[in-house]
């Protein structure tokens, strides 16, 4: 072979190659004998081993030994099964034992048929056990279950009971799925929608005490008014509008948080450049880095600025699929807006502040429309051009909510309990409008959805905090859907008071009982914000305001300086802040602070300087979450009085951190 001369075979080989070939045919025999019987024993696998070292090309035995591990691996699946499904007839609610079974099946051959049997004899047991569910799903996942037939069963179990909030909540899950992977019978979203709103109504009119039905409803709701993709609602500076400064920022605010907003996906340029290494950050707390609000800084170079020449700046994203949605959906559609920078060749430094600022009446006048801030203001509201205004409005999603708003007026008329049928039909008034949008909100219903959670409030004490945040968010809307509206809460300061931060208009929202604030997407122009006299537990989402040099958010209910944590994305531009007479340090536990007891366990970066800053200084160890939210501010005016957790050690420990620090509760400081 391969060139060598074969050998002439000797008696001793020829009688070893005998014995070989005997020991070769009694071990086959054997093997053979437990193959085609199934017997995978120690012993039958030891006879397997032998053969194989004998013979190791035999690929029988090497197949066999495959079956073998298979058997045993289904042997200890199945044990492990029966351990489970016994821990869950003793309690058929353990996290553990659904959890550990759904760990075995992924390892290995189980029967579907088996698995859904004893689902089905589970869901007879307690048919909103929501642990079966979530198995049930993964089950459906694993072995390939269409979602239909998963749909037809939910409809059978609501059927059997409308109190089935689990299988309702299912049912939204796979028909999410459905819609999203558009199968064949799912394709057109106005069809299965208003087929599901009057499935739900015989449900909810059957038993209005019920809540399963209601929380589908809304559910519906939201499908019904969302847009099939992220979309870019309102940006800064607005769409034709003309600034002039030479350095400035650029905000971007979408209708849902996304991510992946960067050069790739959005392209800021002049008439004669791009500009290629802009980095956009989120304006978020969080840490996914999604927000729907995302910034750059953008400077003019200085030889393109003149007294006589004006630079035209567009933003556009033309390949937006790398804005993705959290839901994981894609931002398909094209966008852009410009804009004008017009600055003096020259232009003379910015004064600082010279004198305290006051929030007294007394410091305010009514707004010079002629003036600059008021026509920005008017460009801000007026501009209807640009790419990235789409209209929410659609007539099946129109007609398909008011037919809901006929139905649930119909049904105040008889149900015995009133509050979850007002709650929706605000929900329903308040959707409307939002599908009647074109641009800026439309507000035809918000008289009387505020006039329903003002009922709510006194008919369902027990969730008054919600009603007011709702009714919050409903007056804020109202409130900034024009420019008319909104100038009504804006004053210009008198020029005796005014400084250099306080050339533009104040928005003055205080006294107006707001427990929570929004509507950013139409307040980005905002400087100067006063907030006092409300019922503020947070002020999440004011981080988008990137133009805030003045916040007065005394007389309110924020309880810690975690509370304030939006503050810390306003480095660059707040000046002045007031947050005197809230509740900080006036609980006896502050429960965020309790769950993140230190700077290494907090959701905040903790910033190594802190230990460097405090050098062991007992007194300001316990100060690190001031620490966090004001250290790198710039701030020339700060009122923190009438906050039990302040004192002389706190008033020390602010003038250590912010140096620029000016006047201190009412003090100029030296």
């Known amino acids: 072979m391969h060139g060598r001369p074969r050998k002439p075979s000797t008696p001793v080989d020829e009688n070893a190659s005998s014995l070989k070939a005997n020991k070769i045919k009694s071990l086959q025999s054997q093997f053979l004998h437990y193959h085609h019987n199934k017997i995978y024993t120690e012993e039958a696998l030891k006879i397997n081993e032998k053969l194989i070292e004998a013979n190791p090309e035999f690929m029988t035995a090497w197949n066999y030994r495959k079956l073998a591990f298979q058997d045993k691996v289904q042997a200890l699946i199945d044990e492990e099964l029966r351990v489970v499904e016994n821990a869950l007839r003793k309690n058929f609610k353990s996290y553990g034992a659904w959890h550990h079974r759904k760990w075995v099946v992924s390892k290995g051959n189980t029967s579907t048929e088996r698995e859904i049997g004893l689902l089905n004899k589970f869901q007879q047991l307690d048919t909103r056990n929501f642990h079966a569910w979530n198995y049930r799903r993964s089950i459906a996942e694993l072995k390939n279950i269409p979602d239909e037939k998963e749909l037809k069963y939910t409809t059978d179990m609501i059927e059997t009971n409308f109190s089935n909030y689990s299988a309702w909540h299912n049912r939204s899950v796979l028909l999410s799925h459905l819609m999203e992977k558009k199968v064949e019978g799912y394709l057109q979203k106005e069809i299965i929608l208003k087929e599901e709103y009057e499935f739900v109504r015989n449900a909810v009119f059957t038993d209005p005490d019920d809540q399963s039905g209601w929380f589908y409803h809304l559910w519906l709701l939201d499908q019904t008014v969302k847009l099939d993709m992220p979309t870019l609602v309102s940006s800064w500076p607005p769409h034709g509008s003309d600034i002039n400064q030479v350095t400035f920022p650029i905000i971007l605010y979408f209708d849902e948080p996304v991510e992946g907003v960067s050069s790739h996906t959005v392209t800021v340029q002049t008439e004669n450049d791009i500009f290629k290494n802009v980095t956009w950050n989120p304006l978020s707390t969080n840490k996914f880095k999604c927000a729907q609000a995302w910034m750059t800084h953008l400077s003019i170079p200085h030889e393109e600025v003149n007294s006589s020449k004006k630079v035209q700046v567009k933003v556009s994203s033309e390949m937006s699929d790398g804005i993705i949605s959290l839901c994981g959906v894609t931002s398909s559609r094209p966008w852009s807006f410009g804009f004008t920078v017009s600055v003096c060749q020259n232009p003379q430094p910015a004064e600082g502040q010279n004198r305290r600022l006051s929030y007294a009446d007394e410091s305010f006048c009514i707004v010079d429309t002629n003036s600059n801030s008021a026509g920005l203001l008017t460009s801000y509201f007026e501009s209807k051009t640009s790419d990235y205004e789409q209209s929410t409005s659609s007539k099946w999603k129109s007609e398909m909510i008011a037919t809901e708003i006929d139905q649930y007026r119909d049904m105040l008329t008889w149900a015995e309990s009133k509050k979850i049928g007002k709650l929706t039909l605000a929900r329903l008034l308040t959707a409307y409008d939002a599908v009647m949008s074109t641009g800026a909100p439309d507000t035809a219903n918000v008289e009387e959805v505020l006039q329903l959670y003002t009922e709510l409030m006194k008919l369902d004490p027990a969730h008054n905090q919600y009603y007011k945040d709702e009714y919050s968010l409903a007056l804020l809307k109202q409130v900034t859907s024009n420019k008319e509206s909104l100038l009504k809460y804006c004053w210009q300061y008198k020029e005796s008071t005014s400084s250099n931060i306080t050339d533009s208009l104040c928005l003055r929202l205080n006294n107006l009982s707001l427990s929570r604030i929004g509507s950013f997407e139409r307040l980005l122009w905002v400087q100067s ?142």
């Open 529 to 670: 914000l006063d907030l006092s006299h409300n019922e503020l537990h947070s002020i999440e989402g004011l981080e988008a305001l990137q133009l805030l040099s003045c916040l007065n958010l005394s007389h309110n209910k924020l309880s810690s300086f975690m509370a304030l944590d939006p503050l810390r994305f306003l480095k660059s531009s707040l000046q002045v802040l007031d947050i005197s007479y809230n509740e900080i340090g006036a609980h006896t536990i502050d429960t965020r602070r309790y769950l993140c007891s230190s700077p290494m366990s907090h959701t905040l970066d903790y910033d190594a300087k802190f230990e460097e800053f405090a050098n062991g200084d007992a007194n300001l160890v316990n100060f690190w979450d001031a620490y966090s939210i004001f250290g790198g501010l710039n701030l020339t005016q700060l009122d923190i009085v009438g906050n039990v957790a302040v004192d002389e050690r706190f008033a020390l420990f602010l003038a250590k951190l912010l140096p620029g620090l000016k006047w201190l509760d009412g003090e100029e400081l030296n």
